[in-house]
């Protein structure tokens, strides 16, 4: 075969799909095709000639497969030089490969099979693929290297353009395509490198099958995210943007979500929607969440999807204009009838929706709806937030008090109904900025305050939105983000006509607050815990 100046491919993939037609192809252009074992044999069984790669080298397969490309007429066919390296090829009998098809060992695949052992993890840890890969990707000047099977078209228009010679050595594809398929590679590798790394720094544990031990944080950080849209700018016009998506994504996420009518979601549609969808995960009960500007603005529970929508408009419709809609139930027509009738919607999300409830949304083509995968649970995966150098990284805020975890604090107890409106209206609470009050009754938000530097102010511009939509506060309950420093948070909800609230609890003033809540007949409970949103 050194002596050949035919065209070579060296193809070994894990993933098959289309290698075979691909193959085919490249034979068909007279492309001699070199191979190793599964994709050899896929190749005979096809009726297509492939030299096995142990047939060239003269060296067998060994150690179970481990050992089968790592050879000098291997890598040095890859990364010759065809105008520097030609003499030292020659002697040593290496034929040119201008062209490598390989993907990797599908390790992402078995650490997810439940039972994965690490002995098996690590097995499954591909050496020679990526040398090839990395080989072929430095030497792109002159191989071709191809790493995705839905790149197999590109590469057979890209031959069947206009080969181009250089030192009557065949070079197979445009000069810009190659590069790209470069490119290409080495985003392959690392992303590949990257997951290995990343299960290496979950596992506390030798090569025994013991249980390992999680890493939460390891020293160094490696994500991986592919892009999945452009987007015709930020958050203002004049920003830049593009939407990226993590290859283990979680399922009922907006990354994961499908688009069943409607333009590409912007930048600020999916912050938003993402926030919505956060917020209905966390009901069990039948609920509708309507988000302005990241902040939830009506959120209310109900025994059907349109009573939610109602009360949950009800809260803020001014702010509900223009806003995401969001459901942890399908939607129906009538709902769909009532809510295009009502209001405009950028973006409609829910887990289903009924054939006359598309038909219907259809008359309305601006609206973006999503249709997000099933079951809805909360995220907990880690949550990255940047500034300007670096990353910072934490688990997720998953986690809600219940009945059993409330410790209550003052003279009166409250009652059952003022329980499940504030575990309701803490829940609310939880996704709206801080500092953030959320006034409740009846499992349907009364008023929200978002995002104040003052907690005081919060509760005020809450009752003010109440008022405006003359919603009535009195024996309403009331959730804090946050503990209240001073007991004028609590007066303010007694002036109000608050009947109940829940909050944090952990501040200096805690005695101090307790007093005024005694004072003004409110039942308070603490939860040990508070929910920041920055």
């Not at 790669?53 to 490309?69: C, Q």
Request: hydrophobic share 40%; net charge negative; aromatic share 6%.
């Amino acid at each position: 075969m050194a002596e050949s100046s035919q065209p070579t491919a060296l193809i070994s993939v894990s993933d098959k799909t289309g290698v075979v037609e691909f193959a085919r192809q490249l034979q068909s252009r007279g492309i001699r095709l070199l191979s190793t074992g599964g994709t050899a044999s896929a190749f005979r069984d096809a009726g297509l000639e492939a030299v096995e790669v142990s047939d060239y080298t003269g060296f067998p397969e060994i150690m179970a497969g481990r050992v089968k490309t790592l050879h000098p007429k291997v890598h040095g066919g890859i990364l010759g030089r065809r105008d520097i390296d030609a003499n030292v090829m020659q002697e040593q009998g290496i034929s040119t490969i201008d062209m490598v098809v390989v993907n990797l060992y599908p390790f992402a695949e078995t650490i997810k099979k439940p039972g994965c052992t690490y002995a098996e993890a690590i097995e499954n840890i591909d050496i020679g693929g990526p040398a090839m890969i990395r080989a072929a990707a430095k030497n792109h000047r002159y191989v071709a290297i191809v790493t995705d099977p839905d790149d197999y078209a590109k590469v057979i228009d890209g031959l069947s353009e206009q080969g181009v010679q250089a030192n009557n050595d065949t070079i197979l594809l445009p000069e810009d395509l190659m590069q790209q398929l470069a490119t290409k590679a080495f985003a392959h590798t690392a992303h590949y490198d990257a997951m290995i790394a990343r299960y290496l720094q979950s596992q506390t544990g030798s090569e025994s099958d013991s249980e390992p031990q999680a890493v939460t944080f390891p020293a160094s950080l490696n994500l991986h995210f592919e892009k999945h849209q452009e987007m015709r700018y930020g958050e203002n016009p004049h920003q830049q943007a593009a939407f990226y998506v993590a290859a283990d994504k979680p399922v009922s996420s907006i990354a994961s979500a499908s688009l069943v009518q409607g333009k590409a979601l912007s930048f600020n549609n999916i912050a938003d929607a993402d926030a919505a969808l956060s917020c209905v995960k966390e009901f069990d009960t039948t609920t509708c969440v309507i988000v302005k500007h990241a902040n939830p603005c009506g959120v209310a529970s109900a025994d059907n999807t349109m009573l939610a929508y109602e009360r949950a408009y009800a809260c803020d419709p001014t702010s509900a204009f223009g806003g995401i809609i969001a459901f942890n139930q399908p939607i129906d027509e009538a709902l769909a009838v009532a809510i295009l009738e009502r209001q405009f919607v950028e973006v409609l999300l829910a887990p289903g929706y009924s054939d006359a409830a598309i038909q219907h949304l259809a008359t309305k083509p601006a609206i973006r709806v999503l249709q997000v995968q099933e079951p809805l649970r909360v995220d907990s995966s880690l949550r990255y937030t940047s500034v300007s150098g670096g990353l910072l990284v934490q688990s997720a805020d998953d986690q809600l008090i219940g009945l059993e975890g409330l410790k209550t604090v003052t003279d009166r107890q409250p009652t059952t109904a003022e329980l499940d409106d504030l575990l309701f209206a803490w829940r609310v609470a939880k996704y709206v900025k801080s500092n953030a009050i959320v006034y409740a009754r009846g499992r349907q938000s009364i008023g929200v305050g978002a995002g104040q530097m003052s907690r005081v102010y919060s509760a005020r511009i809450a009752a003010i939105k109440a008022a405006d939509e003359s919603l009535d506060i009195k024996q309403s309950v009331m959730a804090s983000d946050a503990f209240f420093p001073f007991r004028d948070g609590i007066d303010s909800a007694a002036a109000a006509g608050i009947s109940a609230v829940i909050q944090p609890g952990g501040s200096r003033n805690d005695s101090e607050v307790i007093e005024a809540a005694n004072e003004h007949g409110i039942a308070m409970v603490f939860t040990g815990m508070r929910h920041f949103r920055h």
